[in-house]
Structure formats: C-alpha cells, structure tokens
C-alpha cells in the first residue's frame, strides 16, 4: 500500500487553465504539506494542514487553493496557470516527533 | 529557522563507510536534527533525526556533537542505491521541514 499518493504523476496543460492534484495518505498522519521542486532543484514548502485547518501559507500566490476535505486528503488546485509554475509538487504528512512520509510528486508542465 | 552548513558534493566507494558533515551552529535546545534523502526523480525519503543522544536505525546512524552546533550522518556501507542528496535540517516546536541545498553524495563502483 503507497503511504502517501498523488495523482497525477504527470500533468501537461496550457497557460490559463485551471488543473488540480490530489494527494491521500493512509498513514493516520494530522498533518499534511504541499512543497514545490523547482528546476533548480529547490525544495519550498507551500501551505501545511492539521486536521484540516491550514496553519502554514508560505507567501503563494493565490491562485493555488488547498482544500483539505479530510485529514486523510489534501488537493492542490491551481488557477490561471502560468510557465512559472511547472514544477514537481510533492505532497507529504507527517506525525509529531516522526519523520515525514512524501509521495513521489507530480511534474507539472505549464506550455 | 536555525541554518545548516553542508559541503555541496562528496564521493564515496561502494561497500565503504560514509560520514556525511552538517554544521549547526545556531541550534536551539528544542531544534531536532532530521536527515533527508532525496533520489533521482523520487520524493524525499526520512533517514533518521535525533536531539542530543547518538541515534541507529536500519538506514544510518546519527552522531551528534556534545554541544549540538554539529552531526554527522554514517551510512556504514555505501552502495549505488544510496547515491542521492542529502539534507541535514533542524525543526523547532512548529515542525515545519525547510530544506536547503543538500549534499550530493556520489558512490563509485
């Protein structure tokens, strides 16, 4: 069983589309992330979840929209897509003191 | 958040021990120490973290200076799937994982 998945794993789509990516994790985990790889390699955290309530917002545009529906559950949505957003998105969870499980990321490539 | 210092690149032999270095010298006392590994083309994979003791685990080991301002990561026996970036990072009580530029550790057949 995949503790953290993420679906899509690979997205192509035109600027100004809206696209989302969902992520579900069955490891019973609170919390959950979103973190942004750009080409360089960068690792950025984007927003956190805890139970559903969003405690972290690192300075994103808004046109990305987490929802969090469940703890098990949170999606990305992106509006108005733009070149600079192709990147790989990694979702992960974690639990206090325990390390973080990540899913294997979804590679956006915004044409 | 409290920074890490690693050397940007290492290589190493197969089957030989690796010591990979993190500086830390603004550390808290709450700060833990995690390690991270990241494959070519997967997400971040969790290594091990500790707080002030020496810590195993079936991936690594960790050695934590005395006054905590540094660690170092062992793998005891290098092989060619640990080829990968490591990061060295510290979370304070809010948890959140900030990673930095990592080192890249190459293995040599």
């Known amino acids: 069983d995949t503790a953290v998945s993420q679906t899509p794993k690979y997205l192509v789509t035109q600027m100004g589309n809206d696209k989302s990516i969902k992520c579900e994790q069955n490891l019973g985990h609170d919390t959950m992330y979103w973190y942004k790889q750009d080409s360089k390699k960068f690792l950025k955290i984007m927003f956190s979840?805890?139970?559903?309530?969003?405690?972290i917002n690192e300075t994103v545009p808004n046109r990305f929209s987490p929802k969090s529906p469940d703890k098990a559950h949170l999606n990305l949505h992106i509006n108005s897509l733009e070149l600079g957003d192709s990147a790989v998105y990694f979702c992960?969870?974690?639990?206090?003191?325990?390390?973080?499980?990540f899913g294997s990321g979804t590679r956006l490539t915004v044409v | 958040d409290a920074k890490t210092t690693q050397p940007n690149s290492m290589e190493s032999n197969e089957e030989e021990p690796v010591h990979l270095p993190c500086n830390h010298s603004t550390i808290s006392g709450t700060d833990y120490i995690h390690w991270y590994r990241q494959l070519p083309s997967q997400g971040p994979e969790y290594v091990i973290h500790g707080l002030t003791s020496n810590v195993n685990n079936r991936m690594a080991s960790l050695a934590i200076a005395e006054d905590r301002k540094s660690s170092t990561l062992i793998l005891h026996r290098a092989t060619l799937r640990d080829a990968a970036v490591y990061y060295c990072?510290?979370?304070?009580?809010?948890?959140?994982?900030?990673f930095g530029k990592g080192i890249t550790l190459s293995v040599r057949p």
């Open positions: 979840y805890n139970n559903k309530e969003l405690i």
């Open positions: 990072i510290l979370t304070g009580a809010n948890s959140k994982l900030t």
């Open positions: 992960a969870s974690s639990f206090w003191a325990t390390g973080y499980t």
